[in-house]
């Protein structure tokens, strides 16, 4: 069984009702899909990114929160909403930046971007402090029709940023980026069982 086939028996509902959402907005053709993640404490940057995107005209963005206000602006704004499931974990919508709060609400994004690869979604992750002056995606085909990958990262002087991934859902991607989510969750699992619920450094929120 492969790791497609894994995730999928083990996710079970989730994956249902996650597919059901991502579909609404992503784009019917290429199955690209834009995820950000958005909270209350971050509002502001939220509301330029939203000006932004919709300033191009872009409708396959899906936000993931556990605010209702952020997920009110979203949809306001023609975005997709993607929330946690009512037993998961509650999530701190003010978390600070280099906080193990912090560190779980990206975690929050990191399983989601694996479900989304596991059911077939070519996903793009972006930040929300940035301005959009043109379709990130058309600047991705270019790229990938000069030299394909199965992943498009930034480079931020020589260090790889979270900040824009574009993740196709081959099966390379879908190893690498499970690598990443095991990562994830045992940065996590250390701060809680062994140093007393702080990251082990600030720069684990990079």
Same mark, same amino acid.
């Given at each position: 069984?492969?790791?497609?086939?894994?995730?999928?028996?083990?996710?079970?509902?989730?994956?249902?009702?996650?597919?059901?959402?991502?579909? @609404?907005?992503?784009?019917?053709?290429?199955? @690209?899909?834009?995820?950000?993640?958005?909270?209350?404490?971050?509002?502001?940057?939220?509301?330029? %990114?939203?000006?932004?995107?919709?300033?191009?005209?872009? *409708?396959?963005?899906?936000?993931?929160?556990?605010?209702? /206000?952020?997920?009110?602006?979203?949809?306001?704004?023609?975005?997709?909403?993607?929330?946690?499931?009512?037993?998961?974990?509650?999530?701190?919508?003010?978390?600070?930046?280099?906080?193990? *709060?912090?560190?779980? &609400?990206?975690?929050?994004?990191?399983?989601?971007?694996?479900?989304?690869?596991?059911?077939? %979604?070519?996903?793009?992750?972006? /930040?929300? /402090?940035?301005?959009?002056l043109s379709n990130p995606l058309h600047a991705v085909k270019l790229e990938l029709a000069y030299q394909p990958a199965d992943l498009?990262?930034t480079d931020d002087n020589g260090e790889v940023c979270g900040c824009f991934v574009y993740l196709d859902y081959t099966e390379k991607?879908?190893?690498?980026?499970?690598?990443?989510?095991?990562?994830?969750?045992?940065?996590?699992? %250390?701060?809680?069982?062994?140093?007393?619920?702080? &990251? *082990?450094?600030?720069?684990?929120?990079?």
């Amino acid at each position: 069984m492969g790791i497609r086939e894994r995730i999928k028996a083990a996710s079970g509902r989730k994956l249902g009702r996650l597919w059901q959402r991502a579909a @609404e907005v992503a784009n019917v053709e290429t199955h @690209e899909i834009v995820i950000i993640l958005a909270t209350s404490g971050y509002y502001d940057l939220f509301a330029n %990114f939203l000006c932004s995107v919709s300033s191009l005209n872009f *409708p396959h963005l899906m936000v993931l929160t556990s605010d209702e /206000d952020i997920a009110q602006l979203a949809r306001s704004m023609g975005a997709g909403v993607y929330y946690l499931e009512n037993d998961e974990t509650v999530l701190d919508s003010f978390a600070d930046f280099g906080t193990l *709060p912090y560190q779980e &609400l990206i975690l929050f994004r990191t399983k989601t971007v694996m479900n989304l690869l596991t059911l077939g %979604f070519r996903v793009l992750v972006s /930040d929300i /402090d940035t301005v959009w002056l043109s379709n990130p995606l058309h600047a991705v085909k270019l790229e990938l029709a000069y030299q394909p990958a199965d992943l498009v990262i930034t480079d931020d002087n020589g260090e790889v940023c979270g900040c824009f991934v574009y993740l196709d859902y081959t099966e390379k991607a879908l190893i690498f980026w499970n690598n990443i989510l095991r990562g994830h969750q045992e940065i996590i699992l %250390f701060s809680h069982l062994n140093n007393s619920g702080l &990251l *082990p450094n600030f720069h684990m929120s990079e």
